[in-house]
């Protein structure tokens, strides 16, 4: 199998309003995508997706669509869809970062070479290590104490066991959301807090202490990325439990995180990662040095979420179990572009065991939200 064509589509659809996100980087109130459509010799398609949020990743629509046509494809035309290293070499010959554009044309990769051999991607990648449904957090917004509160109780009600709150848009307020939303659920539910690396450090060693009432069972990226040094400090000096995300795009941002003793869990997940593979090479690293990963969410789309899931079925690093990450990007938005998607059940996110990343975009229904 060849690859004949690969087309970049740009897209953008709103979010429902009362899944509408608030963090330390702004409000998200409609995602932009590239979709590709990724075509071989055999007739059989690919499809992937890049999420493009330039505040968190640099990509912007645009961009990774220019970066896809322009620079990504041409070196990949005629390849081996199946030859994953060599994909993975061409693209980084050719483009530093970009990750995200990257990985949504690694995953219709996967997704072609999975509908050839009529399976799906977790069993390309040795098979699966958990159950096809999995059980999620919920990423709460950083909104006023009192929305937050609500909305907390409500995701509680509907069965979700573990509560991340957003936090980074102030001092007090972080902590009056981060009480207000302690008190709607009560003791017995696990709550984690995301600053975004939103916090300096004087803000983190102001709010750390004054949230430890609260029962935090762990502070997600607290510091700016790529400030290694001080998250260091702040580990150990807080002893507080920390994971990593922002910190966390690739290989060697990985080893700096596990060498300096900066964090006790890495948020790992294809897009950041730059692909499937990747982010499951980077699991099994983490494992060996015993630092325990899970998977985080930049609001993906039915195909993203898809690719996530089969990363998240076939690592046995990706511990959700312990540390619950969240795959529910697709019923955020508006509608779906696939036939047969992800199946959203309260905390819940179950994937199907269909060939290649498990879900068939509609393109057809893709054109309605094409950006022109
Ligand atoms: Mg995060």
């Not at 409609?30 to 059989?44: A, E, K, Q």
């Not at 992937?48 to 949020?53: I, L, N, P, R």
């Not at 000096?237 to 966390?248: K, N, T, W, Y």
């Not at 890495?266 to 325990?292: C, D, N, S, W």
């Amino acid at each position: 199998m060849k690859i004949t064509k690969i087309e970049a589509i740009p897209a953008r659809i709103p979010l429902k309003p009362e899944r509408r996100m608030k963090s330390a980087l702004g409000s998200h109130e409609v995602s932009d995508f590239v979709l590709v459509r990724l075509s071989t010799d055999s007739g059989i398609e690919g499809c992937g997706e890049a999420t493009a949020t330039p505040r968190w990743s640099g990509e912007t629509v645009r961009g990774a669509q220019a970066m896809i046509e322009d620079v990504l494809a041409p070196a990949l035309i005629g390849c081996d869809p199946s030859d994953i290293d060599s994909i993975e070499e061409r693209m980084e010959r050719v483009a530093v970062y970009n990750w995200f554009a990257k990985s949504a044309i690694e995953m219709a990769c996967w997704d072609a070479v999975g509908k050839d051999a009529g399976s799906p991607v977790y069993e390309l990648l040795g098979g699966p290590v958990r159950d096809l449904t999995i059980r999620n957090r919920f990423s709460l917004g950083a909104y006023p104490p009192d929305v937050a509160a609500q909305r907390a109780a409500e995701r509680v009600s509907v069965g979700f066991q573990t509560i991340k709150v957003k936090v980074g848009t102030g001092n007090e307020t972080d902590i009056a959301r981060v009480q207000a939303v302690r008190e709607a659920i009560g003791p017995d539910i696990e709550m984690t807090i995301d600053a975004n690396g939103g916090w300096s450090d004087a803000d983190a060693r102001y709010c750390l202490p004054r949230l430890a009432e609260f029962d935090i069972a762990l502070v997600e990226q607290p510091l700016p990325r790529g400030n290694y040094r001080e998250l260091r400090k702040l580990r150990a000096e807080s002893g507080i439990r920390i994971l990593a995300d922002e910190s966390c795009f690739d290989e060697v941002e990985l080893e700096e995180l596990i060498h300096q003793n900066c964090c006790d869990a890495i948020t790992l997940y294809p897009g950041k990662q730059g692909g499937i593979r990747r982010a499951f090479r980077m699991a099994a690293a983490a494992e060996e040095h015993g630092v325990p990963c899970t998977i985080g969410s930049n609001l993906e789309w039915d195909p993203g979420a898809a690719a996530m899931m089969q990363f998240i079925v076939a690592a046995s690093n990706v511990r959700i179990e312990e540390i619950p990450g969240d795959c529910l990007g697709p019923s955020y938005h508006e509608f779906s572009i696939v036939t047969a998607p992800l199946e959203f059940d309260g905390p819940y996110t179950t994937i199907s065991s269909r060939p290649g990343i498990g879900v068939e975009v509609d393109w057809a229904r893709v054109e309605q939200c094409r950006l022109p």
